[in-house]
């Protein structure tokens, strides 16, 4: 969707570097989030935002930090990458009554 | 924790036959969405229920929302090699805007 950049699309890290993943939106929506997808596990949420500055976990949260300082940036900051945290992460938006997803960005932890 | 189970997680079946998908919660959801997603790519979302007992169609697609909120079905008719994906479904909790995933159904149709 056009409205929702991921970047990068693909990253390759070493174990115990810190990653951050953007992810910027045309929508002018309140709500971001981020999510993980893995095999057998499905999309599981990370964090997620309700407005600039306004943050609040999600059921993985461990090991991940977001910022957001502008309506239209949200971050997602890996502070020291384990092997457990390689996976495609999404980011999404919402007005209400379902997501737009971004293309995603698959990273790897060596 | 809330938990949306997907049956069947695999279905691979021939150009022009139909399948129903399911997706069942013990909880209550304030609605509920389905998603396809090709290879690559991030879920797409196709319908958004909000109803108890709402049916949804979108071309050959039927979408139903379960009376108590807690669970929907995905019908296809006449399946084409285009509807191959990943279909998921998702429960918004109420007075969130977060949603709960499925697992997901893999789909293959097959020319």
């Known amino acids: 969707d056009a409205g929702i950049t991921q970047s990068p699309r693909h990253k390759v890290t070493e174990t115990g570097t810190p990653v951050t993943l953007r992810c910027h939106q045309t929508e002018n929506h309140r709500y971001m989030y981020w999510y993980r997808q893995d095999p057998g596990h499905g999309l599981r949420l990370i964090h997620y935002s309700y407005g600039v500055k306004d943050t609040d976990k999600g059921e993985v949260s461990d090991g991940y930090s977001v910022s957001r300082s502008k309506t239209e940036d949200f971050l997602l900051t890996l502070e020291s990458a384990t092997s457990s945290q390689t996976s495609v992460y999404f980011c999404a938006t919402t007005a209400g009554y379902g997501y737009t997803f971004g293309s995603g960005t698959r990273l790897t932890v060596v | ?111």
């Open chain 2, 1 to 111: 924790t809330q938990l949306l189970e997907q049956s069947p997680q695999f279905l691979s079946i021939q150009e022009g036959e139909n399948l129903t998908v399911y997706c069942n919660s013990s909880s209550v959801f304030s609605s509920l969405q389905w998603y396809r997603q090709e290879p690559g790519e991030g879920p797409v979302l196709l319908v958004t229920v909000v109803t108890g007992g709402e049916v949804k169609k979108l071309k050959r697609l039927t979408f139903q929302f379960g009376d108590a909120r807690k669970d929907s079905s995905l019908h296809i008719t006449a399946a084409q090699p285009g509807d191959t994906g990943l279909y998921l479904c998702a429960g918004e909790t109420p007075g969130t805007y977060k949603y709960i995933f499925g697992t997901g159904t893999r789909l293959k149709v097959l020319a």
